[in-house]
């Protein structure tokens, strides 16, 4: 039977080892979770991975950011 106040918490969950709050201070300074799909958290076996991988994406996206900055026309120029 579930939890009246919460029908999520079953009853054979046990908190009793837990500790109250133990990461309320790194959550309150700011988090970032991302949810990966199964499909993509497959190609990854660590987190190290995964930001790696996103690191050099953010790169390639800012050469290539530069590189259309750098050949736009300027204005009043027609093409």
Same mark, same amino acid.
């Given at each position: ?7 999520d918490?079953?009853d054979?969950?046990?908190?009793s080892g837990?500790i109250?709050g ?5 959550y309150?300074?700011?988090?970032n979770?991302?949810?990966l799909? =199964?499909?993509?958290? +497959?190609?990854? @076996?660590t987190? *190290? =991975?995964?930001?790696? +991988?996103?690191? @050099?994406?953010? *790169?390639i996206?800012?050469?290539h ?6 050949k736009?026309?300027?204005?009043g120029?027609?093409?």
């Amino acid at each position: 039977m579930a939890n009246q106040n919460d029908p999520d918490m079953l009853d054979n969950y046990d908190f009793s080892g837990g500790i109250r709050g133990k990461y309320a201070k790194r959550y309150s300074e700011g988090t970032n979770l991302v949810c990966l799909d =199964e499909d993509v958290a +497959a190609m990854f @076996s660590t987190s *190290e =991975e995964v930001n790696s +991988a996103l690191r @050099s994406l953010g *790169e390639i996206i800012r050469h290539h950011e530069s590189i259309g900055q750098a050949k736009a026309p300027q204005a009043g120029q027609g093409l």
